[in-house]
């Protein structure tokens, strides 16, 4: 881009089209299994922000942009090529989502994923406002599921606005289907919407929270351990769970998030641990970013998340 120094991209190779960092494209009715990239701008909004992640997708595609000629490439993030050889990962596009259509964007995200679980693929959904993750979770239904929750927020408020399903009711709404055994919340930090009673009622369940202070203190195996061997898990991942530094691009910036590291562990060990079935990427905020910080860094990271779960086997 102009005025910003040299283009990384055109040096390694990367061309204008195709999908995230340069993946095949292609839609729903054609997908036919392995791991599944789509976009999910907006889901349940609140009047008072409206849909404020909607262009997350195209921002973290974006961010990925120089890249589109290197998925052969070494990525030292993994200890090898971005996707193993023989991996299927496709980029599905954007679902077509809109502000204050909450119900209609709920069913489009939950037939979404679940067209790609019926067809033996692992959705990966990038937002959004963190209410994207609730449809997600119900596409899961007739499996035992785990949560594993990477936020800086528990999202546990019974409703806010009077909305029972926005994004800080995401995992009080998870805890009461049935299909979901656990949760394991990770990086919470700072002040935000819950209450002390919420986090009363998330114990009572059965939560099992890793404060950032945790993390930093003692790492990250008490969270890991939380998750029983053998498990089907989704990820669902809050940008805000990154420290600002590297991740300035959310609605409510708090220091002391985790590190780029802590969240590839922690994915990477969800899936040494069990196997990743779904994994949401949400609160993208592009109007907060840093001049492409946060993109640069979310991109990232969804590059070296698509390829543990390629490693999985289930790709």
């Given amino acids: 881009m102009a005025g910003r120094g040299p283009d990384l991209g055109r040096m390694f190779g990367a061309r204008a089209g195709g ?3 340069g993946l095949p494209q292609g839609d729903l009715d054609g997908f036919a299994g392995g791991v599944a990239l789509i976009g999910a701008g907006a889901c349940t909004s609140y009047a008072s922000v409206g849909a404020y992640c909607m262009d997350g997708p195209a921002a973290i595609r974006a961010g990925g942009a120089a890249y589109a000629a290197s998925l052969g490439h070494e990525n030292f993030d993994l200890g090898g090529p971005v996707l193993p050889a023989g991996a299927r990962v496709t ?5 077509p989502q809109v502000d204050g259509e909450g119900e209609a964007n709920r069913a489009r995200i939950r037939d979404a994923v679940a067209a790609v679980l019926a067809r033996g693929g692992v959705p990966v959904l990038l937002g ?8 997600m979770l119900e596409a899961l239904t007739g499996r035992e599921i785990w949560i594993l929750q990477i936020d800086a927020h528990v999202d546990w408020r019974d409703a806010v606005e009077g909305e029972r399903l ?3 009711s995401t995992m009080r709404r998870a805890s009461e289907l049935p299909h979901v055994r656990g949760i394991v919340q990770v990086g919470q930090r700072g002040i935000g919407s819950a209450r002390p009673g919420d986090r009363k009622d998330a114990e009572d369940w059965g939560v099992t929270f890793v404060p950032a ?3 930093v203190r003692d790492g990250i195996a008490r969270a890991l351990a939380a998750i029983p061997e053998g498990a089907e898990i989704a990820v669902c991942l809050d940008c805000d769970a990154l420290d600002p530094a590297i991740m300035p691009a ?3 910036r ?3 998030g985790l590190g780029y590291w802590d969240v590839v562990d922690l994915v990477a060990g969800a899936a040494a641990r069990g196997r990743i079935v779904a994994f949401d990427m949400v609160e993208f905020m592009p109007a907060r970013d840093i001049d492409g910080q946060g993109a640069l860094t979310a991109a990232q990271l969804l590059a070296t998340v698509l390829g543990i779960v390629a490693r999985q086997g289930q790709a």
């Fill in 19 to 21: 999908g995230f960092m």
């Fill in 254 to 256: 708090t220091a002391g």
């Fill in 166 to 168: 926005g994004l800080s």
């Fill in 250 to 252: 959310v609605i409510g």
């Fill in 128 to 135: 959004g406002d963190d209410s994207v993750p609730l449809p």
């Fill in 91 to 95: 980029d599905l596009g954007d679902l």
């Fill in 213 to 215: 202070r945790a993390v």
